[in-house]
């Protein structure tokens, strides 16, 4: 068992301007995680206690774990700040056993970190869902990473964040250019032309805000087509089906998060 870490999940740093669309205050979600391979940024992830980053299985697919690396605590993927990063090796890459590469379903992971972080102002917890069954369609999501901040472009210095709707599963397979049979009840959908996730904005958070100004992770950035494009939003994996998966590959550590 790890030693206790108690944290409040999800609160964000909340004296730091945001503007949608555009670079996050410094470290104003600390538990935004950066994942690097062989040395290059490959995608995001979400630090869910001191032991855990949540992210997408497609992100790790054929990995060697030897090769990876975690940041947490940065937003400036290319300097270093006053307050440098917090890097940590992966000990373990726990991947859905059932993810498809064909359709991106149960498009979900977890990083075992090989030493355990220590809470700061920097560095905290997202919370997850306090329900399974709770369903975020109709509200407005953010999505958070270092992708790209259009299709094809370049990968941007600082942690991007872009406010989007979240659509009902209905919805998603009614109203956009998708095929309906494509998008499962394990996914969901948010975004709107101009605004979506991009590429290398994959395993990153869509979050939502409670009533206690905390924020939860709702979804994990998958697929999608191109990136803003009218009619294909982004696609989600739905964390609230997860939530007994998660726990599962977590029992051996405390959740120690609040």
Known sequence: MAAV??????????????????????????WIARLVYDGKFHCGGSLLNGDYVLTAAHCVRRLKRSKMRVYLGDHDQFQEGDTPAIMRHVAAIVRHRSFDINNYNHDIALLRLRKPVTFTKRVRPVCLPLQGNEDPAGRMGTVVGWGRTSEGGTLPSLVQ?????????????RRSKYRPGRITANMVCAGKAQHDSCQGDSGGPLLVGRADD?????????????????????????????????????????????
Do not use: F, K
């Open 161 to 173: 964040e872009v406010q989007v709707p979240i659509l009902s599963l209905d919805e998603c397979r």
């Open 5 to 30: 870490r108690r944290a409040e999940c999800g609160v964000a740093n909340q004296e730091i301007r945001i503007v949608g669309g555009r670079p996050t205050g410094v470290n104003r979600y600390p």
């Open 214 to 258: 905390r924020h939860e992770i709702v979804g994990i950035v998958s697929w999608g087509v191109g990136c803003g494009r009218p009619g294909y939003p982004g696609v989600y994996t739905r964390v609230g089906r997860y939530l007994e998966w998660i726990n599962r590959n977590m029992d051996d550590v405390c959740r120690c998060v609040d």
